[in-house]
């Protein structure tokens, strides 16, 4: 599920139309490195990190439905401040996807 998850994300990121070939490689190693940091996460632990991975899709799906300018990311960095303690390599790797999103107006 995590794999095809992010796979989606992948698919709508490339669909976006907003992205050049440089932007496109980029968050395809972030996203391939989240789920490798995800992989390795105990199995208690992986629930909350596919939660993580469905808001961050669910981002992605809103932002190409209006001004990417008006895209609120607010709760995903919430969810991001909250890991920041206790999973500093996820977090750094989501923090990278979402200030490459919103450099490129996404």
């Given at each position: ?15 976006t139309g ?33 939660e993580i ?40 790797t989501i ?12």
């Amino acid at each position: 599920m995590l794999k095809d998850t992010i796979a989606q994300i992948k698919q709508l990121l490339q669909n976006t139309g907003k992205l050049n070939f440089v932007d496109t490689e980029a968050l395809s190693e972030l996203l391939d490195q989240l789920q490798s940091e995800l992989a390795t996460f105990p199995k208690d632990q992986q629930a909350q990190a596919i939660e993580i991975a469905k808001l961050t899709k669910q981002k992605i799906e809103m932002s190409k439905l209006q001004d990417p300018k008006e895209a609120d990311f607010s709760d995903l960095e919430q969810v991001v401040m909250e890991y920041e303690i206790t999973h500093p390599r996820l977090t750094d790797t989501i923090r990278s996807i979402c200030n490459l999103l919103s450099s490129i107006g996404i």
